[in-house]
């Protein structure tokens, strides 16, 4: 069944067809937040908000095969907002904070491919995590970012240069 049918039974009250996006689309929403967030609970938090406010909203959704990317775009604006939250440190704790809105540095640092991504700007990053991370079209990654189908292309194709030469620097 696709989408869109989901979508349809849900807002008809059909429990199950909302169990099953929710099914689909769990763990590759959990990834996409586990990249913008320091820690699996933060993200894990995020994921469920982004259901939450799925449902919440639904009624807003206008069909058309692009659920995936209205979806994504949920999460996306939910992400920002949590980095753009004033994080308290308590003075003792000797230790460097790691600031929330840095989350995909911790991806980064945890991927071989981490010191190419380095160079690039965040719109940059989050297309080419779009397109290659969760498989987004470049029409789905312009409708999560906020922008027109070329500049998304252009971001990826721009990040790709980017990785490519610093890929040849390193060898």
Known sequence: ???????????????KA???LIRRYYLPVLRYCKRH??????A???????FLKLFQNLHTY???KKFQAYLYTIARHLCIDESR?????PLENEEE???ECQGIRQIEDNMELGRLFRPLTWEQREAVLLRYGEQL????????????????QSRVRNALKIMRKEWENER
């Open 1 to 15: 069944m696709q989408d869109d049918d989901l979508v349809e039974q849900i807002k008809c009250g059909n429990e």
């Open 18 to 20: 909302a169990e099953e």
């Open 37 to 42: 967030c320091p820690s699996r609970e933060k």
């Open 44 to 50: 894990e938090d995020l994921t469920q908000e982004t």
């Open 62 to 64: 206008r069909g058309k």
């Open 85 to 89: 939250k004033v994080r308290f440190y």
């Open 97 to 99: 904070p790691q600031c």
């Open 137 to 152: 079209t470049f029409r789905e990654i312009a409708e999560v970012m906020g922008c027109n189908m070329r500049t998304a």
